[in-house]
């Protein structure tokens, strides 16, 4: 009952936006090629960009909500596992398909839309899959690890594994990042499509 507790499930949306906020830094460094790039004053980029945070923020709370009325629907579990899969992996496809309009939002370039993301998938989803699961599976494998593993622990030994956990959460939100700003590239490039620096 503790894992649905309001206060847990706001965090786990709060967790979801700072990992939309490090993608926001990651690519305005890595596209803009300066830290001063990544850390200026952008109100244009905010504003293109607050959609991205707004479909992070409602495709949590839809898994969130699947995970919660689920299994209590009173559906074969067949049906509910494979409705749970279904979330997942489509989560994982349409985020990957969308890296052109995240990135893009992130230096409000105006070329960069969800619309012209989708369509500049083709040829670099598959690509963009493989990516993004190998770079983040060996840290995703060791922060869940981590987060179950400090379960009935002393408290000391608890609060360093999560502590350990957290720097890893931090780290593997650039990793995330930079993921996205690479698969984004490669649609802007093999699409003929601008990504750059715009505000």
């Known amino acids: 009952a503790t894992q649905w507790h309001p ?3 706001a965090a786990g949306v709060a967790k979801v936006i700072v990992l939309m ?3 926001f830094w990651t690519a305005r460094f890595v596209i803009g090629r300066s830290a001063a790039a990544a850390t200026r004053s952008a109100p244009r980029a905010w504003r293109r960009f607050a959609a991205v ?3 992070g923020v409602a495709s949590t ?7 919660r009325y689920l299994p209590g629907s009173g559906w074969p579990r067949a049906v509910i596992a494979v409705i749970g899969l279904v979330l997942l992996l489509g989560g994982t496809v349409l985020n990957v398909a969308l890296s052109y309009w995240f990135a893009g939002a ?3 370039e105006p070329a960069a839309t969800w619309r012209r993301s989708l369509s500049a998938s083709r040829g670099s989803l598959v690509w963009g899959l493989a990516l993004t699961i190998l770079a983040i599976l060996p840290f995703m494998i060791l922060h869940y690890a981590l987060g ?3 379960v ?3 408290g000391v030994v608890a609060g360093a594994m999560l502590l350990i ?3 890893l959460v931090g780290f593997m939100s650039l990793i995330i990042g930079m993921a996205n700003v690479t698969v984004a590239e490669r649609m802007a490039g093999r699409h003929g499509l601008p990504l750059m620096l715009q505000d």
């Open 7 to 9: 206060a847990r499930m």
């Open 21 to 23: 906020l490090m993608l």
């Open 53 to 55: 945070v707004l479909f």
């Open 61 to 67: 709370i839809v898994t969130l909500a699947g995970e």
């Open 106 to 108: 992130a230096v409000a």
């Open 148 to 150: 179950y593993g400090a």
């Open 152 to 154: 009935a622990r002393p």
């Open 165 to 167: 956990d957290a720097v």
